[in-house]
């Protein structure tokens, strides 16, 4: 598992992850265009991961390691907010996890 630089360690198959900023979306006409509902995708940047689930007695590891950014659903149900050094994360399990970036 590669270095975790933050004094928080998930469990199981949970993910830290700590939001990457939003970027505004400009169409030719110059109308900014904002989620007016509730759910959107946002990216994010992988702090810390668990050490995965148990299948069957046998521990099945993560696919996304630290430093990957990865798309998820921003709403209410898939993810719980946890701040720390004063900064906006959230614990996420891997499997609400959208993908990879590359």
Do not use: C
């Amino acid at each position: 598992m590669a270095k975790q630089d933050v004094s928080f360690r998930p469990l199981g198959d949970l993910v830290l992850i700590k939001p990457l900023p939003v970027k505004e979306v400009v169409t030719a006409s110059g109308f900014i265009v904002t989620s007016s509902t509730k759910i959107t995708i946002k990216d994010g940047k992988v702090i810390a991961v668990g050490p995965g689930h148990y299948d069957d007695g046998a521990l099945v590891p993560m696919t996304v390691k630290v430093g990957d950014t990865v798309k998820f659903v921003d709403d209410e149900f898939s993810k719980k907010e946890i701040w720390l050094n004063n900064e906006k994360h959230f614990i996420i399990p891997e499997s609400n996890l959208l993908g990879i970036v590359k």
